[in-house]
């Protein structure tokens, strides 16, 4: 079982760039795959979106690239400067000399040839880096898997405790209300009987009735559905592949279970017991809303 929480990260060095590769995921329903880099290198959308589907089925998926030039040499940051301002002017003396032209360079030559030979490092074609791009993709893809799978077990655990719990509520429940659907057809017809007015409570549609109204105030058959319920969702803690939907669907129907025994609690016991039960099934929402 794996989060859909999770973060990887690369370092990438190029000649004259350095750079880091970021991947994060956060939740979502299906797959969602950003890509944010260099504009060169936005083809490398559709390899980088393959490579991370092999590994990852849902989630919200963005991969950053971020490069920055390389620094100038803190030993001697203008040495570079220096020998190509000498090598322009050496190819200036000789055109001079070639030319019977007189060579005087000046003050105002030094800051033009400084000038015009300064530039932005270009950042390499994706032909030439795709391979590269790959392997630190791939570094950062295993940590980002990894932290998903750290943090789905520790999902996992929380996930079973709260499931417990809620057996324990189920387990409550059916102890409340063992006998009490015929507790109360009992109840309610001595009541006619001593009020006098005039029903015939052996008469057989007036005890189909009362029959009628027993099976509605039954819950055996909620306690049952939460019970297998309960089962599915401990199997689907033990999974493999991606379970977020299934446990989702499970959580769904756990609720409306838990909103029938409500509609028919017969007592303040069982109406706690719910309430205490739908506010246990809104946390388990919530964790398994992170689940791949």
């Not at 105030?217 to 019970?227: P, W």
Request: include cysteine.
């Amino acid at each position: 079982m794996k989060s859909m929480t999770g973060y990887g990260r690369a370092e990438i060095t190029l000649p004259e760039f350095h750079g880091v590769i970021e991947l994060s995921s956060v939740n979502k329903r299906g797959f969602e795959f950003l890509l944010h880099g260099p504009k060169e290198w936005q083809f490398f959308e559709r390899e980088a979106q393959k490579l991370i589907r092999s590994s990852v089925e849902r989630g919200r998926i963005r991969l950053s690239i971020l490069l920055q030039p390389q620094a100038i040499s803190a030993e001697n940051p203008s040495r570079d400067q220096e020998a190509r301002v000498g090598d322009k002017l050496d190819e200036l003396k000789k055109i001079c000399l070639s030319q019977d032209l007189p060579y005087s360079p000046s003050v105002d030559l030094i800051q033009r040839i400084l000038t015009s030979g300064s530039r932005e490092p270009v950042v390499p074609s994706l032909d030439s880096i795709e391979d590269i791009l790959i392997d630190k993709t791939n570094i950062a893809l295993n940590q980002m898997v990894s932290m998903r799978g750290k943090e789905g077990d520790s999902l996992a655990k929380d996930l079973r405790k709260r499931a417990n719990s809620l057996g324990e509520i189920v387990h409550s429940i059916e102890k409340n209300t063992e006998g009490l659907a015929r507790e109360w057809r009992d109840r309610l017809l001595q009541r006619l009987k001593e009020s006098g007015l005039g029903i015939n409570c052996d008469d057989d549609a007036v005890r189909k009735e009362f029959t009628v109204y027993a099976e509605k105030s039954d819950v055996s058959e909620e306690i049952t559905r939460v019970r297998s319920h309960l089962e599915q969702f401990e199997e689907g803690l033990h999974a493999k592949q991606p379970i977020g939907r299934k446990l989702e669907f499970i959580v769904q129907e756990l609720g409306r279970e838990f909103n029938t025994l409500g509609s028919k609690s017969l007592t303040p016991t069982i109406s706690n017991l719910v309430i205490e039960a739908k506010v246990e099934i809104e946390k388990i929402r919530e964790q398994v809303m992170n689940l791949e």
